[in-house]
Antibody, heavy 122, light 112 residues
Framework: QLQLLESGPGLVKPSETLSLTCTVSGGSVSSRSYYWGWIRQPPGKGLEWIGSINYSGSTYHNPSLRNRVTISVDTSKNQFSLKLTSVTAADTAVYYC??????????????WGQGTLVTVSS | DVVMTQTPLSSPVTLGQPASISCRSSQSLVHSDGNTYLSWLQQRPGQPPRLLIYKISNRFSGVPDRFSGSGAGTDFTLKISRVEAEDVGVYYCMQGTEFPFTFGPGTKVDIK
């Protein structure tokens, strides 16, 4: 069974960089069939797609986050990562990683991690 | 961006009775490849979202057959034939057709 686990600091200061890693088990980020994505959910609110990456490093991200997002993949560790720069309180959210089944015939998020709460506060 | 709206935003239901959630997109979700990438997710309290339905009506692995999806173009529906206690939570529709991918605001389902 595919499992994803987010890790990273739970508290980030304003203007600093949020960094999270998603470790995948029971599957491989090197698979050519899938992308790997990040989605966030502010407390008590809805879901926002942040971006997705595939095995070769091809990346797409939500333009609403402008140029603050960097997503990378480390196939040797079976991980992918998120960096969000210049954070503000508005970036406080539960951050989920998920497998993004995005290919010629599919486009949905089928397996999700448990999520990790990141609070932006001084 | 494609705006997803859902109705109702809250749905108290009686155990054993059906429930229905509507999702509407601001533009057609028919992709140039002919597929419609509309999915439904369930988020139980304190849990991550879970995929229920993809491409309008395909149930994901392990999803009970009391969940069904239908619709076309811009109007979609998720139906629960007989609500069980474990179905309590928030349900989201999501479009994977147009970039950036977007979610509906969620519909909270609870028991009367």
């Amino acid at each position: 069974q595919l499992q994803l686990l987010e890790s990273g600091p739970g508290l980030v200061k304003p203007s600093e960089t949020l960094s999270l890693t998603c470790t995948v088990s029971g599957g491989s980020v090197s698979s050519r069939s899938y992308y790997w994505g990040w989605i966030r959910q502010p407390p008590g609110k809805g879901l926002e797609w942040i971006g997705s990456i595939n095995y070769s490093g091809s990346t797409y991200h939500n333009p609403s986050l402008r140029n603050r997002v960097t997503i990378s993949v480390d196939t040797s560790k079976n991980q992918f990562s998120l960096k969000l720069t210049s954070v503000t309180a508005a970036d406080t959210a539960v951050y989920y990683c998920a497998r993004h089944n995005w290919n010629d015939e599919e486009s949905h998020f089928d397996y999700w991690g448990q999520g990790t709460l990141v609070t932006v506060s001084s | 961006d494609v705006v997803m709206t859902q109705t109702p935003l809250s749905s108290p239901v009686t155990l054993g009775q059906p429930a229905s959630i509507s999702c509407r997109s601001s533009q057609s979700l028919v992709h140039s490849d002919g597929n419609t990438y509309l999915s439904w997710l369930q988020q139980r309290p304190g849990q991550p979202p879970r995929l229920l339905i993809y491409k309008i009506s395909n149930r994901f692995s392990g999803v009970p057959d009391r969940f069904s999806g239908s619709g076309a173009g811009t109007d979609f529906t998720l139906k629960i034939s007989r609500v069980e206690a474990e179905d309590v939570g928030v349900y989201y529709c999501m479009q994977g057709t147009e970039f950036p991918f977007t979610f509906g605001p969620g519909t909270k389902v609870d028991i009367k």
